[in-house]
């Protein structure tokens, strides 16, 4: 792909059934690259933030972002990555069961890249995430260090 | 204000009219009367004076006739002669005259009677000298006077005639103090039925501004009543509200929530599907390879029973998703904000029916929409929500083996418009009757697909645009949905989200 680091996926999902299943399909799409797992928006800001190998001090990432999260909305951590100018260029694909055509359009406007909704028929979601799984390997991500 | 007090009050000033009217008509009665009483003293004044006068008159051509006498006596001036004539010519009549006007009073003919012979005898006196002095006896006729002087018959006229007078100026005063007297009982009647008029017009006075203050008073009371009532109902209606909104937010963040794990439960039963895959496949190599080796128990669960547990758990799971669904796209309803529109019914019946053209083909069965049907402000998805809804359903529940007619009526009515629906189909029992609109139920023979979520959906629509529905059915026979609708969408305050 490029010299740079391998991109790293940032999971924010706090249920770790949806985590699991959807690390399986990633990994059964043949993606190997590093996924961290934070089931909280605290811990995930502070990663994404001041990890030394987080994305805002340290390479290339992408977010996959579930928007009900027990400390805070998915949607305030996506403005808040939109806002940081470290992190604005982070692909964020907000993968969550709400199908709700408000709170769809309200991420697009916060600037989500990809907006998936997990659907409950498992064949379809296995689907989607290694839809997923190929669209991440075949995008080129900004450097984030040029930022 | 009761009927009744209603009633007494009209009956009172009524009364109250009447009774002033006939008063009026009492004083004009009594004024009139005194009118008469002093027009009648005023004659009987005048009369006395009449009589006065006549009989004065008679005295005065006496002492006329009698200066006369004795002035020819004197000098034999024939001119005397004629005056002593002309007063006597006036003595006749005017004593006619006094009999009649005193013709009622016998005390007064009385002295006419008396008076009469007394003239008679002094005017012969008078004749007897006269022509003895124009026969030139002067002596004899002076001797004739001075006989006759003796007599006093002048004096005698003079008494009797102030007596009459006398008694006329009585006769005057009782009659004048009489009619007076009748004169002062009308006034004092008059003055009784004056007050008796004022007494009634304040009585109907009072009677009517009590019962004006007692109606303000009451409309008053209406008044507060009524915003008091509206106050109420405002309050209910928020109320009402809040808890509707309460409820559908419940309902979106439970079945969200319901949502996630059942994401797991499918999940990780595909990757028990996935997993017994595996296994079955391993037990064939396994029997294929070395016949005997894998126990029946252990074939049995990976090829059967896993996979049956497995098929319950999805069929389930995949129900379950159903409701979530339902439930969420009520909610979602219920959040929506309407639009409301001119919306031509007749038109936007006839897309329902073409969208349900398929469904209508397949049962064997006709639709058929009475036009015109009253047109509507209102809300076009809900509206047409609602429709396809009784449609469809009349389509699906149709009677087997009897061909389907389906018809739609509508007609306005005081604000409002109602819709009916009518089928020929199955029918529901009157017990069902109310179930039906209830979310996930259903009723009668479950032979077709269905959640139980349509006619909740349309009762739910039905409210919200203003409007009521309900179901009158025969069972076997078909059933009629009566849609009632505002005509026109009158927003509340509820705030669409």
New interface residues.
């Given amino acids: 792909m490029t010299k740079h680091k391998p991109v790293q996926i940032v999971m924010i999902e706090d249920d770790e059934g949806h985590a699991r299943l959807i690390e399986k399909n990633i990994r059964r799409a043949g993606i190997s690259n590093e996924l961290v797992h934070f089931t909280d928006g605290t811990a995930a800001l502070d990663h994404l933030v001041n990890a030394p190998n987080g994305p805002a001090l340290n390479g290339p990432a992408l977010v996959l972002l579930d928007l009900n999260l027990p400390d805070m909305s998915g949607t305030d951590i996506l403005a808040r990555i939109k806002a940081d100018e470290r992190l604005h260029r982070v692909p964020v694909v907000v993968l969550t069961t709400t199908d709700d055509k408000r709170e769809i359009a309200r991420c697009y406007d916060l600037g989500c890249n990809v907006y998936i909704t997990k659907p409950v028929n498992y064949e379809s979601f296995a689907d989607a995430i290694r839809q997923l799984g190929l669209f991440l390997s075949v995008i080129q991500l900004p450097d984030a260090t040029e930022g | 204000m009761p009927q009744r007090a209603q009633k007494r009050v009209v009956r009172l000033s009524l009364a109250g009219v009447i009774s002033s009217f006939v008063l009026v008509l009492l004083a004009f009665y009594f004024v009139v009367r005194g009118f008469d009483a002093n027009e009648r003293a005023d004659a009987l004044v005048a009369h006395s004076y009449d009589v006065k006068d006549t009989i004065s008159d008679i005295s005065r051509y006496m002492e006329r006739a009698e200066a006369a006498r004795r002035g020819y006596l004197l000098d034999r001036n024939p001119a005397r002669v004629e005056t002593l004539k002309d007063s006597v010519a006036h003595l006749a009549p005017n004593i006619e005259r006094l009999k009649s006007k005193t013709v009622d009073n016998p005390e007064q003919q009385a002295r006419i009677e008396a008076l009469h012979p007394v003239i008679q005898a002094q005017l012969d006196d008078m004749r007897q000298t006269i022509l003895l002095a124009q026969r030139g006896d002067m002596e004899g006729a002076v001797a004739l006077f001075r006989k006759q002087a003796e007599l006093q018959r002048l004096g005698t006229i003079r008494r009797i005639a102030g007596e009459f007078e006398n008694t006329e100026n009585r006769l005057l005063a009782s009659r004048g103090a009489m009619e007076q007297s009748a004169l002062e009982r009308l006034q004092t009647y008059l003055g009784l039925v004056v007050i008796a008029l004022l007494f009634t017009g304040a009585a109907t006075y009072m009677v009517l501004s009590r019962h004006s203050r007692e109606l303000l008073a009451s409309r008053m009371t209406l008044a507060g009543l009524n915003e008091g009532l509206e106050a109420a109902v405002a309050e209910r209606t928020a109320d009402l509200r809040r808890a509707n909104e309460e409820i559908q937010r419940f309902a979106y963040i439970v079945s969200?929530?319901l949502?996630?794990?059942?994401?797991?439960v499918?999940?990780?039963?595909?990757?028990l599907a996935r997993a017994d895959r595996e296994i079955s496949e391993f037990v064939d190599e396994v029997d294929s390879a070395q016949p005997g080796l894998v126990p029946d128990a252990v074939r049995a669960a990976a090829k059967e029973d896993m996979p049956e547990a497995i098929g319950f758990i999805r069929s389930s799971?995949?129900k379950m998703?159903r409701l979530i669904n339902a439930i969420l796209v009520l909610s979602?309803q219920g959040r929506r904000a309407l639009a409301p529109e001119m919306l031509d019914m007749d038109g936007l019946l006839s897309t329902v029916v073409d969208t349900l053209s398929t469904l209508r083909d397949e049962s064997n069965a006709t639709i058929k929409i009475r036009t015109p049907l009253p047109a509507l402000k209102h809300d076009r998805l809900a509206v047409d929500q609602i429709f396809s809804n009784l449609l469809e359903n009349a389509l699906k529940y149709r009677r087997p083996n009897v061909p389907g007619r389906i018809e739609v009526r509508g007609h306005a009515k005081g604000g409002r418009a109602i819709f009916e629906v009518e089928d020929n189909g199955r029918g529901i029992e009157e017990k069902d009757r109310e179930r039906i609109f209830e979310l996930f139920r259903r009723s009668g023979v479950q032979d077709k697909r269905g959640e139980g979520i349509g006619l909740a959906n349309v009762r739910a629509l039905a409210y919200r645009l203003g409007g009521t529905i309900e179901v009158r059915s025969v069972f076997g026979e078909g059933s009629t949905f009566v849609v009632n609708l505002p005509l026109e969408y009158v927003d509340d305050g509820k705030i669409g989200?």
């Fill in positions: 969200h929530d949502r996630s794990p059942l994401v797991n499918m999940g990780f039963t595909a990757e799971t995949q998703d979602r989200e």
